[in-house]
């Protein structure tokens, strides 16, 4: 039965991965989202294709800037950018560490690593260092803790997960097998869910940012309904402050919480496996 349904799920990435890939390229949304999308959905199969048309797709020409100005869409965005990026570096350490033999410990270390490492400094740092000015270092700093909140939040969730479809299976999961992709196609869709109230959290104060519109130049006529008042950072309806560092640091701590949790659920599940 487990072999049905991870070929229907393949079969239906394959056709939400096409989809999404063509019909993004007519969305009025910064690049780096578009490519997020497309990550997501092929993380994600038919679900991110569903997340896209009802969080990012403009509905009619020249609507995308109030579209997108809800405050759950712009978590939406935000959070998506999130699991696109840190999961190319978490998918990337899943493969390579069942090679290494470092342990089960070692190796949630190493997809923690090069998921945070390649989410903050190429996906957040790099492709959005225009919002800080166009410096680099500045990104880096600014983007740090958005990305590692967001990061450990969204690790508890793959991590938990995970174990459990490793124990489901009932064998080690190997990258050459479609098991492997299956359980962790199902672990980033339950990341992406954890990751998402605290992603919600940052963008209404400000620490991150959501969906975006990019407009090509010269067609003012496309947008019949006047944007908000800031569309290249789609702020919308977020209107509380920034945090403050206590709060910050209580959300940090939380977030370290939730992701010692997950790894203690995970070694306890993985010796059933």
């Known amino acids: 039965m487990l072999d049905g349904i991870m070929l229907l799920w393949f079969l239906l990435t394959a056709m939400s991965v096409?989809?999404?890939?063509?019909d993004i390229r007519s969305t009025p949304e910064a690049t780096v989202m578009k490519w997020g999308f497309i990550l997501l959905t092929a993380y994600t199969g038919p679900i991110g294709a569903f997340l896209y048309v009802l969080g990012c797709r403009e509905p009619l020409p020249g609507l995308h800037e109030q579209y997108t100005a809800i405050h759950w869409r712009q978590a939406l965005g935000s959070t998506m950018h999130c699991v696109a990026g840190d999961g190319i570096g978490i998918l990337?350490?899943?493969?390579?560490a069942p090679y290494l033999s470092l342990g089960h410990l070692a190796d949630i270390a190493v997809e923690y690593v090069l998921g945070f490492g390649f989410g903050w400094t190429i996906f957040q740092a790099l492709f959005m260092q225009q919002m800080s000015g166009g410096?680099?270092?500045?990104?880096l700093a600014a983007t740090f803790m958005p990305e590692f909140l967001s990061m450990n939040f969204l690790m508890s969730g793959m991590i938990v997960a995970h174990a459990i479809g490793a124990m489901l299976v009932g064998a080690p999961l190997e990258p050459a097998t479609p098991e492997f992709?299956?359980?962790m196609s199902m672990?980033?869709?339950?990341?992406?869910?954890?990751?998402?109230?605290?992603?919600?959290?940052?963008?209404?104060?400000?620490?991150?940012?959501?969906?975006?519109?990019?407009r090509p130049a010269g067609r003012p006529a496309d947008r019949p309904h006047a944007p908000h008042a800031d569309?290249?950072?789609?702020?919308?309806?977020?209107t509380m402050?920034?945090?403050s560092p206590a709060a910050i640091r209580i959300v940090a701590v939380l977030s370290l919480a939730a992701l010692g949790a997950a790894v203690a659920v995970s070694m306890l599940l993985a010796h059933t496996v």
């Not at 096409?18 to 063509?22: D, G, K, N, P």
């Not at 990337?92 to 390579?96: D, E, L, M």
Request: positive net charge.
């Open 241 to 243: 402050p920034q945090p």
């Open 18 to 22: 096409l989809f999404v890939a063509v």
């Open 92 to 96: 990337a350490g899943a493969v390579v």
């Open 181 to 183: 992709w299956f359980v």
């Open 135 to 139: 410096s680099y270092t500045r990104s």
């Open 187 to 214: 672990a980033l869709l339950a990341g992406f869910v954890v990751a998402y109230p605290v992603n919600a959290w940052m963008v209404a104060r400000h620490m991150k940012h959501g969906m975006m519109t990019v």
């Open 231 to 238: 569309h290249t950072n789609g702020a919308g309806d977020r």
